[in-house]
């Protein structure tokens, strides 16, 4: 046997191989590695100090900033204006690149950040005219007031003097990419005060309504039958459920008269100074919106499906330490960061000259607590859903429009949209006596123009009356909106800070009128209240349902509700006060309030909620965080009643349906039942309102609750016939919808009905309302965090919302959940939706949002030694020099 000899060259070959190889994975592992340490370095560099000493100009002694465990500071100084000038410094270092893109919204420049994809946008925004608004509120603040705003900008522009670009967040690494232009601005107090607008527009309650009316009437109602079109709005938005659900105020109480610093009873709504714009927008790109208004609300906050809030305080006569308890959990669009800010502001020597002893939540951006709690009173907001929205329909001509029988000229201003990488966009921007024409930014504000359907002194009229006709002209929409007109409400914030009982609460309410929200109250002598507050219309002719005739000033606002008129309760003998949105008084009240209430169901449970268990045993804090964690769904109980009368096909089907037999109608996240509920309500509300021929509106799901309860009660409804989907009476609609949310839940979590939850179908992402919005995966994966299975929905008292027909992820939060103990303030405790740092990356960008999602809250040390005692961090601020 011989050896045959191996040829050397494929292993010499195959060695340089290897070694190639070896080098090339090497080369990328360091390549790799370089760019993950780039990478960290440009996350981390903006990362603030929040331990040690730094030395900062524009301070007048040494303020000292501890942070607990979560990242929220106590901040403590011997001044008001050392102060706020930290609360400026610390909320730069935590939430900058938010304030100041917050601040590109409510000024309408937008465009210059992010492109010509904004530019309509910002001209709708500026044809509102918050940040002109905003400018003549700050003039006319008073001088301790300003001081608060301008030490608050010098603390923030401290920090930016510091910090440039890509230092004071990551957002401007990633932006420079697309526009490596941009340099930040300086912080001015008109910035602060114009985001109040912003959240104003979050709540502003029934603009949309008034427009689904007019637009349902447009294209369905016929205009020789306008009283048909009247039965069907009115069977689809039906007034409240006054002998089912509760209002906030059963009977008004007598208390002293408030010593007002804004006496709504001299006010005039007579001509604003907003404007119109000129002509039609281009549909905006980014964030995929289909309207100018859509777009807006993606930036600053929508009033879809949730937005709302519950608040509630019950009196020591009901509680176990004997003292009150208050409750709140504002609701919102979900935002990351939070909209939140957790904060506590301590004078060192609490005194006139530096009043503040006061903790809670802020927004970023704006000094001072906007809920929380001082050292003797608690308080809580919910959105008061007034009606301070109206459209009307203008007749214009040219460059006047019709007033009374005569042309007027329409008043005009001008302004320049800048835009990063393209030319610049100028608008001319026209207002009636009402405020701004905003017909032609949308195609329904275009269409309620168009179709001119209004309530007059004839009722409701579709079409051109004979008044408007003899009026020469084109239609166009004008809003009359209280949010356009100056306000107090810069100021408000700091007189409730330090309110220290009833009367001085009423004080600081009566200055807080835009965003109108009802206020809960509660002090450490164990009295509970309740306020509403806000620039209230009176009207003429009209109730502001519908559109009305702009040009008979009949139809105009003729005043405001004097703040002594206003709702108020003090010590009810109920022992307890709910605000849930819902109805504020009963309709025998003096004054007309709305039409459009939040229809109750989650003010219901909450007060049977508080009824029951104090039945049973003395109220506790935990008693209040289970009732604000409490899912049960009222039309789910419906539906699971009626359901055990219909007989649908398939096995599949029928295990569904049998899971309603035994559910406790909770919509918890293991749940499911609670799947195959919403699933079929989903179903069955579009197939009554979308899946027709001429589809009518759907609208919020608490107002659906009630109409959809009073079609199962009749069976013989017209409604329940659909020729579209072949189905002629309730029962069969029933059936059918059954049947297809079996197979829709089948196609989204598999024919394993036990595998089925709630919580995964309707779980949040977190989503960065500008970069992880951006449609570009790798950058949203660097913003944005989720999915969070989570409980609850929408008209639930645990108020995650949904939007119908589009998914069942959650949209509308809880915002932040807080439980107030006025036995002793260090037992309250407290959530937000995220944490609080906005940094992408930092321990506390979402370290509270798993306890968010379980509905659990955290201890709120209040106390400075309670402060001392939870404190991780101190950072100590000196005046440089």
Known sequence: MTNESVDPAPRRLGAKIGRIAFLVVAGIMVVAVAVAFFVVWTIQRSFPQTSGELEVDGLQSQVTVQRDALGVPTITADSSEDLFYAQGYVHAQDRFFEMDFRRHVTSGRVAEMFGESQAATDMFLRTLGWHEVAEQEVEALDEATRSYYESYADGVNAYLAENDGDQVSLEYAVLGIQNPDYEI??????DSVAWLKAMAWDLRSNLEDETERAMLVADTGDEAAPDDSLTMLEKLYPAYPFDENPVIVPQISTVPEASSGADADTASAGDGEDSGIQNAVTTIEWGEADSVIEAASMLVGDVGEGIGSNSWVVSGELTESGMPLLANDP?????????????????????????FDVGGFSFSGLPGVVIGHNERVAWGFTNLTTDVADLYIEKVDGDAYWRDGELVPLEERQETIKVAGGED???????????????????????????????????????????????????AVSLRWTALDPGTSAEALFSMNTAQDFDSFRQAASLFDVPAQNLVYADVEGNIGYQAP?????????????????????????????????????????GYIVTANNAIVTDDYSHFL???????????????????????????????????NDNEMWIGKKLATVMGDIEVEGKGAQEAVALLRTWDAQNNADSAAAAYANVLWSNLVLNLFENREEPLPHGSQGR?????????????????TNEQLDVTDRDEMLKLSAEQAYDELVSLQGDVSARWNWGSLHAITLRSETLGSSGIAPIEALFNRGPYPVGGGAS???ATGWMLGESYATTTVPSMRMVIDLADMDASSWNNLTGASGHAFHPHYVDQTDNWAGGIQTAWPFAPDAVDEATVDTLVLKPKG
């Open 185 to 190: 601005e300086p912080w001015e107090p008109v």
């Open 534 to 574: 806000g620039r209230l219309p009176i009207r003429g002719a009209g109730d502001g349902w519908l559109p009305q005739p702009g040009w008979d000033s009949a139809y105009d606002w003729t005043g405001f509700i004097p703040f002594e008129e206003l709702p108020v309760s003090y010590n009810p003998a109920s």
């Open 796 to 798: 639930v008292v645990n």
């Open 704 to 720: 659906l609750f009630t109409v959809v309860d009073a079609l199962l009660d009749d069976p013989s409804d017209p409604l329940w």
């Open 331 to 355: 609701h919102l669009g979900a935002a990351l960061p939070s909209v939140w800010y957790q904060v506590q502001l301590r004078c060192s020597t609490v005194g006139e000259d530096c009043p």
């Open 594 to 628: 709305s039409r459009d209430w939040d229809y109750g169901y989650r003010a219901a449970r909450i007060a049977h909620l508080i009824e029951r268990r104090a039945a049973v045993a003395p109220l506790t804090a935990q008693d209040m965080r289970d009732i604000q």
């Open 425 to 475: 966009i100028d608008l001319t921007i026209h207002s009636t006596a009402h405020g701004p024409i905003v017909s032609g930014l949308t195609d329904d504000l275009t269409a309620v123009a168009e179709g001119q359907v209004m309530a007059d002194g004839d009722g409701l009229t579709q079409g051109e009356t004979d008044a408007a006709g003899a009026m020469s002209g084109e239609y």
